[in-house]
């Protein structure tokens, strides 16, 4: 069964304060490793997606990588507007390809 | 990338009722899913709905509990049925990704049941 474990569950930083956050998968033949941001009565809002060990992707203050068994996603300098859920996702081969597992999520606030 | 839009985006509704959620998405798209998020819970797939069959679920949900229209490339509804106070939660649409995008979400459907 495919499983995805993001921590921490929740992160409080400064601003300009940089972190990481962590999304362990196991999937069976990853198809693809989703980044979401999801705002308070929101749904996600797509990030990023990774598609093999050594792929890195940047926008903004945002940088995701991924590795055979995690992926991150790096924060640079956050600022107050960043704070929101961030999920991991994992697209795996069973189920006809096009399931996405997602993790629980980390609740992230930034403070001024 | 597609914009959906979603509706209803809540209600409270009584126990034994039922209520159908729709999504209407500005492009066609061979697939689209529907989600469950529960309180303080992760995304879990209800279904993948395709036009012109029908819906696959996933282990633990049920076309009784759960039917799912199709009937074209830009459109689907989720029916909740015979409400209980546990089907509180946010459901959300989904669709396939396009080119170099991800699954793109709906803005979801917060339901209460009282």
């Known amino acids: 069964e495919d499983q995805v474990t993001q921590s921490p569950e929740a992160l409080r930083l400064q601003e300009g304060e940089s972190s990481s956050l962590n999304c362990s998968y196991t999937?069976?033949?990853?198809?693809?490793l989703f980044w979401y941001r999801q705002d308070p009565g929101k749904g996600p809002e797509f990030l990023f997606t990774?598609?093999?060990a050594g792929e890195e992707k940047e926008k903004e203050r945002l940088k995701a990588t991924l590795t055979k068994k995690e992926s991150f996603l790096h924060i640079t300098a956050p600022k107050p507007e960043d704070s929101a859920t961030y999920l991991c996702?994992?697209?795996?081969?069973?189920?006809?390809?096009?399931?996405?597992?997602f993790g629980t999520g980390t609740q992230l606030k930034v403070e001024l | 990338s597609a914009v959906i839009s979603q509706k209803p985006s809540r209600d409270i509704c009584q126990r034994g009722t039922s209520l159908t959620i729709q999504c209407q998405v500005d492009?066609?798209?061979?697939?689209m899913f529907w989600y469950r998020q529960q309180p303080g819970q992760s995304l879990t797939l209800i279904a993948t709905?395709?036009?012109?069959?029908?819906?696959?679920?996933e282990s633990g949900f049920v076309i009784d509990k759960f039917p799912i229209s199709r009937p074209n490339l830009t459109f689907s509804t989720l029916t909740v049925s015979n409400m209980s106070p546990e089907d509180s939660s946010i459901y959300l649409c989904?669709?396939?990704?396009?080119?170099?995008?991800?699954?793109?979400f709906g803005s979801g459907t917060r339901l209460t049941v009282v």
């Open positions: 989904s669709v396939e990704p396009l080119t170099n995008y991800g699954y793109t």
């Open positions: 999937v069976s033949g990853l198809r693809g």
């Open positions: 990774l598609y093999s």
């Open positions: 996702a994992a697209r795996g081969s069973t189920g006809g390809g096009n399931k996405l597992t």
């Open positions: 492009s066609q798209v061979t697939m």
């Open positions: 709905a395709n036009q012109g069959s029908e819906a696959t679920y």
